[in-house]
């Protein structure tokens, strides 16, 4: 097990160690979030990298990553435990066979840890040998109200209650990490539970330190004109803005494809791996994917 990091400087090479490529602005709130114990909130478009740096933080320090992929719906009982109801019925039909357990003994045994079946928030609860384990809550913003305030009792104090057993509090806290999409508005009272942080789009030069990062095998100049275009398709009128997700995958196709740099007809017959909406893909294709890259390579030629 890994310690955790004891500076600023420390925390970024752990990540980058992990190919997590980041500004210092989030590798500090992530420095305190560790080092203070509190959990981090995530906000920012989809694909800029929020459920990643949870993934980068348990493999750096060597700690179990446990996920709870919230939805629509989304209740506590869900979220913490349910029984093993198949397991039950046969241990009630094998004690009914046999006539020997009493009703008392019974119900003591089916409503115990034998049959109880952990979901995400209760696995956080448990100690394990390699330490607290990372538990991420990704898009808490597809949740409702009541799920939030459940939530916001549990990560005050670290303790979910089951009913048939009692309460369970944490030896030790989970390492806790949000995320939302801000497809809604989350509560602030959750938010003040929490250390805020907006992750944005990265700069071009951030972007292609990631991409070299994620595709070694991509050249520096396709790199630099895969990511100018991104840039500019991310000042487009679209209905969903591609992330640095989109640009990684769109590297490795077009590195599949045996690509060394960007055609108009490359660029349209792969707008599939970057953008994830027909009409978003119809209005780039054709002369508007010409035009926006002859504007990225204009962007190149300046910076040059």
């Not at 490529?21 to 114990?37: F, K, N, P, Q, W």
């Not at 640095?244 to 792969?270: F, K, N």
Request: charged share 25%; net charge negative.
């Amino acid at each position: 097990m890994t310690q955790l990091p004891a500076s600023i400087d420390e925390t970024l090479g752990l990540l980058a160690g992990q190919n997590y490529i980041c500004g210092r602005d989030l590798g500090t709130v992530a420095y305190l979030s560790l080092t203070l114990g509190k959990p981090l909130f995530l906000e920012g478009e989809a694909g800029v990298g929020k459920t990643e740096i949870a993934k980068a933080i348990a493999a750096a320090l060597g700690r179990r990553l446990i996920r709870l992929q919230c939805y629509e719906g989304l209740d506590a009982a869900s979220a913490i435990y349910e029984w093993n109801f198949s397991a039950q019925m046969i241990a009630i039909r094998t004690a009914e066979a046999s006539g020997g357990a009493t009703r008392e003994d019974l119900q003591q045994e089916l409503f115990s840890e034998k049959y109880l079946i952990r979901r995400p928030l209760l696995e956080a609860m448990q100690p394990h040998a390699e330490g607290p384990p990372v538990l991420l809550i990704d898009e808490i913003d597809r949740t409702d109200e009541p799920f939030e305030a459940f939530l916001l009792e549990a990560l005050s104090d670290y303790q979910v209650s089951i009913p048939e057993l009692g309460t369970i509090k944490a030896a030790e806290p989970p390492i806790v990490i949000l995320t939302s999409n801000r497809t809604r508005e989350v509560h602030d009272a959750l938010k003040r539970r929490c250390l805020y942080h907006w992750v944005d789009y990265p700069t071009f030069a951030r972007e292609v330190e990631i991409l070299t990062t994620r595709v070694p095998e991509c050249t520096a100049a396709l790199s630099a004109e895969i990511v100018a275009f991104v840039q500019r398709l991310r000042g487009q009128d679209l209905f969903k803005n591609p992330g640095v997700a989109e640009t990684v995958d769109w590297a490795r196709c077009l590195i599949a494809l045996d690509a060394v740099s960007l055609s108009p007809e490359m660029v349209s017959d792969t707008l599939g791996a970057v953008l994830k909406y027909q009409d978003d893909i119809a209005k780039i294709a054709g002369s508007e994917a010409s035009r926006i890259l002859d504007d990225a390579r204009s962007d190149l030629h300046k910076a040059s």
